[in-house]
């Protein structure tokens, strides 16, 4: 029992993906759920029209007509490129990014009445470039579907995906602080009015650069060296790449001002590094490192200052949010109040869409679009709105435990984790569960960086996805026996595991 | 790798958890705390949804509103500026409301129990109607009489305070205090401009801010010799008594003169004449031979050492009023300090007194011994002017009898009539009242104190007042003060006036 039972096509051919009969592709059930959301998106706009306006005007469609045809235009690549895709996915994230383009259009609205103008136009404000964003970041989606045939050829270019994220996480760092500095966080590049983050898109590279790296090294660092308290401990000297992502994120925590970057790119790789090699004791390790380093800055920022200073200050902020003097300061905790007010005013049920303020809250357009709508969605929509995340943050786990190969597993797990771990970190920080720094809410804050990352994210996901729910296509290497006729991780093409040498 | 795997799944599931327990606290548990803090401006803009009360006087509007289109929907303003600051005080965006507008924040909001009517109405008609009026007791020809002669006072006193009071229920018919301020750059909706409006005037030296007539004691000097008068009356002295007087008198280690040397030089002198003279030596030997005790049981009587009476509403709040105090009169073993007790009796030392306490004083000899709460709300009427309350008046103490009462009535009289207070007569009408000259601070000119009250031609006591000019330079500091309580009682009588 060497090889699959079902015959497979080549995945690094260019032709379409044969359909093989009798498995189910449920696109027709996508369809549906994407009927649904976008009907979804379509009545917010007409209940923030009729709260806001006063009346639903004859165009209150358009938005939701646009948004549905960009997801359809989706759903047709997926349909021919990635039949056995999950069908979950995209109306979920679809649901998501159109109530976050009807959130800002509701913004748009908003501010023209007060300013005495007429309601803007579909593509006009804030609203309508989040659509463009999100027809380019479609399009992104669908480039990436359409080239990438198969997950595993994304290890050919490893290190140089894994060089690429350093250079994109380091450069805001390097950058003078005004042309990467917003709001206190350094992690911007800031070229007139155009700014990106490129640490957004450098998790999708060092995703896929931890994932090869850590299919090859698995069984050194699986190896024991001490057993200590029930727990099996590594070797010293493989701590090294621990030891090299531990300072590389402490480095963006001090120089880009930034704990949920620093806790972004450490926990995906202790996460990666932890399901790579099955052994708990690098998450304990990985834990106490950081939390170590995270308490030693908060220490150096209250004796030493200096670099450390804004640390210490954030949790400050954080402790004593509704502290006068905290209250007051410039970069104090003003938008966390306003954060957290704006949350408790809408309640259980929220105002309604449209019937809220939310431009009493700073930056409600982008890390505070959660405050923002919770006023007017209330508790029960944003528990709707955290169940949908967590839909896609499972189903993304789901297809890394059904696919079949250790790279996908690594890749799909490690996005997965990384778009989980990006969540709590903007919505605990928002809602003070802990100290605020500057992510964007996935799919809903508006700009162009953060959609495109996290739709080139769901691409990815995608793709494992129909590998793992379709006929099992296997590479470059064979699918070795596992125990009980279950099907073990298929080896990367050409490159070994290295094995451990005596 | 599926097991890890699992577990990774679990932990987000564990985050999420986290995320939506904290959530429940954010919007449940804490939703009312978050949704009424101070900082939410939504409960400002809210209260800026619909007209706030008017505050009116004699029908003229205090405190009205005028339609804005920004996001606040009204701005308030205060037509009469400075003239009616330190009563109305003034309510900012974003900083702390003061006076009426304090006091009165829940009725002129709506927010009030008394207009819950209205505001269930309001849920049905989909209107909003405005909050409640306030109508206040001030009569405005008195108050802009007391305005006009406190700032253009004859000696050129900077700062100053005077009331006046209905002797018979305690309704505040004129309270001033110099210098003021306007309060409408405060209430701007440019809460930079306001707010740097507020600073300049909270570091400006002569303090405009402060309502010298109910929250700034001073000295009150000879007026302070009606309590003393009352003690002695309460304990069998009669107007007609005799007393021991002369030109100096020294008692454990102060020496007490009078203000002139033709002021009762003789060794004896009756009750009447001394008040009438101003007779320091006399009166500080009466508080000396009636003891610290009585003295002090007989200020507390007429008011002194409340701390807790406010002027506004007679159900609730109201400007706060600042104790007026005897201070201890002992010495640091605690027992009594003669000397002490004789320069006190003279309303020097340590005893201080808001000019509301003096017109309290007045107006309680006017009124037969009963001294009436004093109150500022006349009447509070719903948005559709349905009265919802009307000032009941209260008896607040009765500190003397109705002998005492007619016999320091008559002193009083014979004071202006014959003595110290010529200069607060007015035509047509009995004036009584004690002027006082009230040394504070080494080398500085002395305060000038005038407690009075007036009866028409009927007999009715239709007004109490309480003048104080600070640091009043060209001696006789009363005197001015006498003049201008005169004018103001007259104004607020109904009479003279321009």
Known sequence: MTAPAVPASSPSSTGEMARIPGMKTQRNAELGLLAFAMILVAAYGATVEASRIGEITPTFWVPAALLSILFLGLHFVVRFTAPYADPVLIPAVALINGLGVGFLRRLDIGDALSDKQPVPSVFAGIGGRQLVWTLVALVLAAVLLLVVRDHKVVSRYAYTLGLAGIVLVMIPAVLPASMSEINGAKLWIRLGGFSIQPGEFAKIALVSFFAYYLVRKREVLSLASKRFLGIDFPRGRDLGPVVTVWLLSLLVLVFERDLGTALLYFGLFIVTLYVATERSSWLIIGLVMFFGGVYVAYLLGETVGGPFANFYDRAQVWLNPFDNANYERLGGSYQLVQGLLSLGTGGLFGSGPGAGSPRFVPEVQNDFIFAGMGEEIGLFGLSALLVLYLLIVERGLRSALAVRDSFGKLVAGGLSFTLGLQIFVILGGITGLIPLTGQTTPFLSSGGSSLMANWLLIAMLLRISNAARGPAASGGGTDRAGGGGKKAPAQLHGAMTEVIKP | ?498
């Open chain 2, 1 to 498: 790798m599926n097991a890890p795997l699992r577990r990774a799944g679990v932990v987000i599931l564990v985050l999420f958890g986290l995320l939506f327990a904290n959530l429940n606290w954010v919007q449940a548990y804490k939703a009312d705390e978050y949704r009424t803090n101070d900082y939410n401006r939504r409960v400002v803009v809210a209260q800026y949804e619909r007209p706030r009360g008017v505050i009116e006087a004699g029908g003229t509007g205090l405190a009205t509103n005028k339609a804005t289109d920004d996001a606040l929907k009204y701005l308030r303003v205060y037509p009469r500026k400075e003239v009616y600051a330190p009563v109305l005080g003034y309510r900012p965006v974003g900083l702390a409301a003061t006076g009426i507008e304090n006091a009165e924040n829940d009725f002129l909001s709506g927010e009030s129990d008394k207009l819950f009517a209205d505001r269930v109405k309001d849920m049905f008609t989909g209107n909003n109607t405005g909050g409640g009026n306030v109508l206040l007791t001030l009569n405005t020809k008195a108050q802009e009489t007391a305005w006009k002669e406190l700032v253009n006072n004859e000696r050129g006193a900077k700062k100053g305070a005077a009331i006046a009071l209905d002797p018979r229920t305690g309704a505040v018919q004129a309270l001033v205090s110099m210098p003021s301020f306007d309060p409408n750059p405060l209430v701007s909706h440019d809460e930079k401009a306001a707010s740097a409006a507020y600073s300049k005037l909270n570091k400006d030296e002569n303090q405009p801010l402060l309502n010298r007539a109910t929250a700034s004691t001073k000295p009150p000097g000879s007026v302070f010799k009606v309590i003393v008068s009352a003690a002695a009356l309460q304990n069998g002295y009669t107007t007609d008594t005799e007393i021991e007087a002369g030109r100096e008198y020294r008692e454990s280690g102060a020496v007490i003169r009078n203000s002139e040397d033709e002021v009762c030089p003789g060794s004896q002198i009756d009750l009447k004449a001394a008040l009438t003279t101003s007779c320091n030596t006399g009166y500080a030997r009466l508080g000396v031979t009636l003891g610290r005790d009585k003295i002090l049981a007989a200020a507390k009587a007429f008011g002194f050492e409340d701390d807790q009476l406010t002027v506004g509403d007679l159900e609730g709040g109201g400007l706060p009023v600042a104790m007026s105090d005897t201070g201890k009169i002992a010495n640091p073993d605690g027992s009594v300090d003669k000397g002490a007790l004789a320069q006190s009796s003279l309303g020097q030392r340590d005893v201080r007194m808001t000019p509301l306490q003096g017109a309290l004083i007045a107006a309680t000899v006017a009124n037969g011994g009963k001294q009436q709460r004093p109150y500022l709300v006349q009447k509070l009427t719903s948005p559709d002017l349905r009265t919802i309350y009307t000032a009941a008046p209260k008896t607040l103490r009765t500190p003397i009898n109705g002998q005492v009462a007619s016999d320091l009535k008559d002193m009083m009289v014979s004071v202006v009539e014959n003595g110290t207070g010529k200069r607060a007569r007015i035509s047509g009408m009995e004036v009584g009242g004690k002027t006082g000259t009230a040394q504070n601070a080494e080398g500085a000119d002395p305060h000038g104190w005038f407690v009075g009250f007036a009866f028409n031609d009927k007999g009715e006591a239709v007004s109490a007042v309480c003048v104080m000019l600070e640091n009043v330079s060209g001696g006789h500091a009363s005197a001015e003060a006498a003049r201008i309580a005169g004018l103001i009682m007259e104004a607020a009588a109904g009479q003279g006036g321009d």
